[in-house]
């Protein structure tokens, strides 16, 4: 299984990016259900989760300013940033229920 994210990029303060990631190869139990980010020297954090049920959770500093989405078979996710400020500058990544993280897509935003 492969996770494969998309949608990074240099945004300035106050713009937009929709992340995607897209798992590919035995998907056939494979749930992508959460975003997790990765600043440096700091530690990797969730941002936001999707359960199976479709409920989501937020990272306090996500809550009103990022949304989490994924498709019925549970093999790509999104997340819309908005409002979008310098410390959010990072390394996204995605991650699966089983396990599997993506690579990255690196998330710079200028002031």
């Known amino acids: 299984v492969q996770l494969v994210e998309s949608g990074g990029g240099l945004v300035q303060t106050g713009g937009s990016l929709r992340l995607s990631c897209t798992a590919s190869?035995?998907?056939?139990?494979?749930?992508?259900n959460g975003w997790f980010r990765q600043a440096p020297g700091k530690e990797r954090e969730l941002v936001a989760a999707?359960?199976?049920?479709?409920?989501?959770y937020y990272a306090e500093f996500a809550k009103d300013r990022f949304t989490i989405s994924r498709d019925n078979a549970k093999t790509r996710l999104s997340l819309q940033m908005n409002s979008l400020k310098p410390e959010d500058t990072a390394i996204y990544y995605c991650?699966?229920?089983?396990?599997?993280w993506g690579q990255g897509t690196q998330v710079t935003v200028s002031s």
């Open positions: 991650a699966s229920e089983e396990g599997y």
């Open positions: 190869g035995s998907v056939s139990r494979v749930n992508v």
């Open positions: 999707i359960g199976r049920g479709g409920s989501t």
